[in-house]
């Protein structure tokens, strides 16, 4: 298919595999994209799906995801799903979305063998109140699932309802990965899987909050951390209340993830004007000086 435009549509409850007894899963995708080029997903509200809300599979490549809303699959399905699922897709465009109450938030991987998740841009991404993980890059695979993918001022925020694992971001059998200006308010994890290589800087610039970082061997500091990833130099690390992060200090039900005056996400970030030029609430960046991490830009 070649093009296709799905947008304004409102779903919820997309099962087209009912409930499995014996392994306690349902399936169902509310928009999938399978061997497509070009096009748009975008202005569709989602819910209640059990795999993904949104899944480009199998080289799909050239579509924009963008101002979707996604939410609630949380007690449909055991499943590591995604609200929005990139599997073995290239070259496409992830951007402005609000997800939140999911298993996974953004995942960027690939369940084929030898083909992998590249080329994508995913930034101006809000995502909070998630079971599993904010942003899951690579897994699910013995080979390299992701690589040369950019992730570019989203926020990634934790709930506050005692999850399992609550991981802002998990990295596995990733290459080259760009990650920049994101915040992630919450914990993040690597493993030591032998396929993974991250080249010098390409991690950097990113706002970590209340989280503990994680590899396999357990429990690590920024510095660390930053040594794993061959990056992180403008990176920082603290432990703030929320309110004196965000405009909206409980969550849920708020979900103004705005920053404060006083946050120590200003100026933070690295001026990526010749990638993109708005915001998640479509506020023009500075076309020079230093940005905001996160997805929105205070002026």
Known sequence: DTNMTVNGNTMHHVVWGAKCPQCGMSFGEGIRYNTSTGGSIHDNTISNCPSSGIDLTQDTT?????????????????????????????????????????????????????????????????????????????????????????????????????????????????QNDTVQNNIFYGGTYTSAYTLQSFASGYFDYNTYYNGVFTTDAGSISLGAWGTYVNGETHSAYSTPSIGSVFAGSTIPPATNFELTGGSSAIGEGKNLYSTFTTDYGGTTRPSVGAWDTGAYQNL
Do not use: C, R
């Open 62 to 174: 050239g579509v924009n995801v963008y101002s979707n809303t996604i939410h609630d699959n949380l007690a449909l399905t055991n499943q590591y799903s995604a609200a929005i699922y990139s599997d073995g897709a290239q070259n496409n465009n992830i951007y402005d979305n609000l997800i939140y109450k999911m298993k996974v938030g953004i995942s960027l991987s690939s369940e084929n063998t030898d083909i992998a998740t590249s080329g994508t841009k995913v930034y101006n991404n809000l995502v909070y109140d998630w079971y599993y993980t904010g942003i899951f890059i690579g897994g699910a695979g013995a080979w390299v699932t992701s690589h040369n993918n950019f992730v570019y001022n989203n926020t990634f925020v934790t709930g506050p309802d005692g999850y399992t694992y609550e991981q802002a971001l998990a990295i596995e059998q990733s």
